[in-house]
Nanobody, 119 residues
Framework: QVQLVESGGGLVQAGGSLRLSCLFS????????MGWYRQAPGKERELAAV???????NYADSVKGRFTISKDSAKNTLSLQMNSLKPEDTAVYYC?????????????WGPGTQVTVSS
C-alpha cells in the first residue's frame, strides 16, 4: 500500500503562483511513475504532469512552460510548482503513484487539494 497526502492548495489571483506538495509513504520501493492530475467542476480528471522513476517529466499542453514537476526521493515528496496561473487552472489537484508491488501496475491517489484561481 502507498499513502499520498497533498498540501499547498488555495486561492490565488490570475498570474500568481502556488506550490503543491505530496508526501508519500508506505510501500514506496515499488513506485514507478508519479504524477499530478486535476479535475475541474463538471469535467473529467486529466493529467497535468508526470515524472518517471528515471526523472523524465512530461506535461499537458495546457500547462507546459508554466508548471514544473519534481520529486525528492530522500524526502518522499512530489511537488508541482505552478506559475502564471489562469482561471482555467482552477480544479482539485490529485497526486498519483503507480506501484508495481504486485507485478501489475496499481494506481494510488491522494484525497486532493483545491486550487482556485480568480480573474
Amino acid at each position: 500500500q502507498v499513502q499520498l497526502v497533498e498540501s499547498g492548495g488555495g486561492l490565488v489571483q490570475a498570474g500568481g503562483s502556488l506550490r503543491l506538495s505530496c508526501l508519500f509513504s508506505g510501500d514506496t520501493g515499488y513506485i514507478s511513475d508519479m504524477g499530478w492530475y486535476r479535475q475541474a467542476p463538471g469535467k473529467e480528471r486529466e493529467l497535468a504532469a508526470v515524472i518517471t522513476s528515471a526523472g523524465s517529466a512530461n506535461y499537458a499542453d495546457s500547462v507546459k512552460g508554466r508548471f514544473t514537476i519534481s520529486k525528492d526521493s530522500a524526502k518522499n515528496t512530489l511537488s508541482l510548482q505552478m506559475n502564471s496561473l489562469k482561471p482555467e487552472d482552477t480544479a482539485v489537484y490529485y497526486c498519483n503513484a503507480e506501484s508495481w508491488r504486485y507485478g501489475t501496475p496499481r494506481d494510488y491517489w491522494g484525497p486532493g487539494t483545491q486550487v482556485t484561481v480568480s480573474s
